[in-house]
């Protein structure tokens, strides 16, 4: 004898499919909700990360155009400097720091004469301290300068003696290591001024120190 299904179990059958149809079709578009948004907070990291990367590119890059326009503002008397210490071997990175000059005022030198003012001694305490301050693999190559009155030979011996007179008292008064310095006498042959007035002339007697690493 053949048996039929109920209209009520029928009816419950056919329920329970919906209901489980559209259970499965709202799981699956959660998951779909929820891969999404992974997904987009995933990009936006990597948008992220890489406009990080840029920005440090660019930073670099200006780092880099800084300096070599601090190179080519270098004086000339501070290219041959770092040139001659690094052709000496005597550079930890083989790079200039900065110069610093004693010419103005007090500071600059008695004409013929190679002794320190107070107001010298000064400026290079105020130097020392700097320099250790920056690094301790500093290296000064101290240049001496003159006006133009006298022979040239003079001059030069006389822009040695000033050079010489900061080295000793960087070394004995402020304890700088003499392997840490140099010296050399430009003479009357690097004026900044014109030699052919009485301020002019005061400024060109004058040392310059100069600072690499």
Not at 143 to 151: A, M
Not at 166 to 176: F, K, R, S
Request: proline share 1%.
């Amino acid at each position: 004898m053949r048996k039929t299904l109920s209209p009520v179990l029928v009816l419950l059958l056919v329920a329970t499919v919906g209901l489980t149809g559209c259970a499965t079709k709202s799981w699956v578009n959660e998951q779909i909700s929820t891969y999404g948004q992974v997904t987009n907070t995933k990009i936006h990291e990597i948008q992220d990360s890489l406009e990080a990367n840029q920005q440090g590119i660019s930073d670099l890059a200006a780092q880099q155009a800084k300096l070599e326009a601090d190179v080519a503002k270098l004086s000339e008397t501070a290219n041959d400097a770092l040139k001659r210490a690094e052709e000496a071997g005597v550079l930890a990175q083989g790079k200039f720091l900065y110069e610093e000059t004693l010419a103005v005022n007090d500071v600059t030198f008695a004409f013929n004469h190679a002794n320190l003012s107070d107001g010298a001694k000064a400026a290079l305490d105020a130097f020392a301290a700097k320099v250790r301050g920056i690094s301790k693999d500093a290296y000064v190559e101290i240049q001496g300068h003159t006006d133009n009155i006298g022979s040239e030979v003079y001059n030069l011996k006389l822009g040695q003696q000033r050079a010489d007179a900061v080295l000793q008292y960087l070394n004995m008064e402020l304890g700088v290591p003499l392997f840490r310095m140099n010296t050399i006498s430009y003479g009357e042959y690097k004026p900044i001024a014109d030699n052919s007035t009485k301020d002019g002339r005061a400024q060109n007697r004058r040392v310059t120190l100069v600072v690499m690493e």
